[in-house]
């Protein structure tokens, strides 16, 4: 599998981004696919999931200011992000869920500034 996230940049904390993940090599209209983040320092963890029928979870931390979508004609997955916060500041990657042995892919850094 190969992914390829995009659209990260620095905004002001209570601002909105949209980033992009571009999948190829898996069979992407029946795959699970999450936005998973690396703050400063820690652990990788899981933010939002779509499944392949489009039923969507979100971490409780960005829960009704994330909205993940998904373009089954392009491959490709949204995670859009609004009201954001200094502590939404990580890289995020895009990758099946499970993420299983798939590579990670070099993410897009957000970084939320107070």
């Known amino acids: 599998v190969q992914l390829q996230a995009s659209g990260g940049g620095l905004v002001q904390a209570g601002g909105s981004l949209r980033l992009s993940c571009a999948a190829s090599g898996t069979r992407f209209r029946t795959v699970h696919w999450g936005w998973y983040r690396q703050p400063p320092g820690k652990q990788r963890e899981l933010v939002a999931t779509?499944?392949?029928?489009?039923?969507?979870n979100y971490g409780t931390s960005v829960k009704g200011r994330f909205r993940i979508s998904r373009d089954n004609a392009k491959n490709t997955v949204y995670l859009e992000m609004n009201s954001l916060k200094p502590e939404d500041t990580a890289v995020y990657y895009c990758?099946?869920?499970?993420?299983?042995?798939?590579?990670w892919g070099q993410g897009t850094q957000v970084t939320v500034s107070s």
């Open positions: 990758n099946t869920v499970p993420s299983g042995t798939n590579t």
């Open positions: 779509i499944t392949g029928i489009g039923s969507t």
